[in-house]
């Protein structure tokens, strides 16, 4: 295929899944990416894989699934470290208000938040936020948003529509394509890391 109809060949993206009820659009996320000739590795949360199983994201990206810090005994290479350094881009799709929270404080006690920690000066973030409108519109999210917006980190959504408990707000995840699109622009605003 052409650059036309592939155009994120040789780009990686790092497709991060968290533990929200959103969690089975980023299989569409991860999809979309692929077709559009990115390679695209999946780390999740123990939350995530409540909603999603690791094996939907192995079937889609042709690719281990990561879900542990301690996952590969046999290899040395430290996950949080090379997967950030392979990747151009790290997606959070969703992003729960603990994984935002967590990104704001510096925590790192599982591997997508270690991931996010390590990412800074190595890749670009993009964050697709996800909650109930309440949780949404506290002064704690939308001060660990600013904060985590002045890092430079990239946020796309959330929309207002119904939402999993029913009310009808703003907190949906951004759709798929919308995610793929702002994605999309981080992405080609730099060169890939590898080349063909």
Known sequence: MNAKAQPLGNYEVLLCVTGGIASYKSADLASALIQ??????VAMTDAAAQF?????????????VHTSLWQSAEDYRSQHICLTELADLMVI??????????????????LVSTLALSAHGSCGVLLAPAMNTRMWDSPAVQGNIEKIAAWGV???????GRLACGTIGIGRMAE?????QAATEVLLSNPP????
Do not use: H, W, Y
């Open 52 to 64: 999603v199983t690791p094996l939907t994201f192995q079937a889609l990206t042709g690719r281990q």
């Open 176 to 180: 798929p394509e919308d995610i793929f």
């Open 154 to 160: 990239n946020v796309v959504g959330p929309a207002a």
């Open 193 to 196: 890391k590898r080349t063909a």
């Open 93 to 110: 799709a969703p992003a729960t208000a603990n994984m935002i929270g967590k990104m704001a404080s510096g925590i790192a006690d599982d």
């Open 36 to 41: 559009a000739g990115a390679g695209v590795s």
